[in-house]
């Protein structure tokens, strides 16, 4: 079946601009996540959702970060007025609910500030 | 507060050798812990998991891990490198619960000498 899809998988945006990233979880998956992923760097975690409740966003970085999943589905991470320290590769992973752990992850949205 | 350290940001071998990556982590509660591999461009894909059944995990394309709690590691082998294995490998460890987020080591790239 179908794996996790991102778009768009690469982002050039001009300092100060507003981004937005979506994401397109495994069909019936309930639980969403949102890691960043700094050149050179491991995954950070940034927000995560069940359904459509954001349980957790501690892992964002100001509040120029937001995320959304209004019909528990399809996400979208927007980040607005850009800095050049926001480049980096956004991932989306999705899971099924239960005992897994198992979290199957797209392929990334590079995004470039310049 | 959960952390994984990665020993070696960059480890060699040639091909036939044997495959060691170290990680070490450290938990408050009993963790789950994860080997994901992430070839260059794409997303990471789960090599295998430890979630407090059998100490030794096996995992695809020959990985195995070993999870030591008094060692508080849970490092990576393979007997025999292929070329195919050349790619950056994270650890990560997560508590459970209703929260599955992940906490990333900062990988190591395998390179895969002929």
């Known amino acids: 079946g179908a794996g996790v899809s991102q778009s768009p998988r690469y982002k050039v945006a001009k300092r100060g601009q507003d981004v937005a990233l979506r994401c397109d979880p495994i069909?019936?998956?309930?639980?969403l996540f949102w890691y960043q992923q700094a050149l050179g760097q491991g995954p950070e975690f940034l927000t995560y959702?069940?359904?459509?409740?954001?349980?957790?966003k501690s892992g964002l970085p100001s509040d120029r970060f937001f995320a959304e999943r209004p019909e528990g589905s399809v996400s979208t991470l927007k980040i607005q007025r850009t800095q050049q320290e926001d480049s980096a590769v956004y991932l989306c992973?999705?899971?099924?609910?239960?005992?897994?752990?198992?979290?199957?992850f797209g392929p990334g949205t590079r995004l470039t500030v310049t | 507060a959960q952390s994984v350290t990665q020993l070696g940001s960059h480890v060699s071998v040639s091909e036939g050798a044997l495959v060691l990556l170290r990680c070490n982590y450290s938990?408050?509660?009993?963790?789950?812990l994860f080997w994901y591999v992430q070839y260059p461009n794409q997303g990471l894909q789960l090599l295998l998991k430890?979630?407090?059944?059998?100490?030794l995990v096996k995992g695809i394309n020959g990985f195995e891990a070993e999870f030591k709690k008094s060692e508080t590691s849970f490092h990576l082998t393979k007997p025999s490198a292929h070329m195919s294995d050349a790619a950056e490998y994270f650890c990560?460890?997560?508590?459970?619960?209703?929260?599955?987020?992940?906490?990333f080591g900062k990988g190591t790239l395998l390179t895969v000498n002929p």
């Open positions: 430890y979630t407090s059944a059998a100490t």
């Open positions: 069909s019936g998956h309930v639980s």
């Open positions: 959702f069940q359904n459509e409740a954001q349980l957790d």
């Open positions: 990560a460890v997560s508590r459970g619960g209703s929260n599955y987020k992940l906490t």
């Open positions: 938990s408050s509660v009993p963790p789950y």
């Open positions: 992973a999705s899971t099924q609910t239960g005992d897994t752990h198992e979290q199957y």
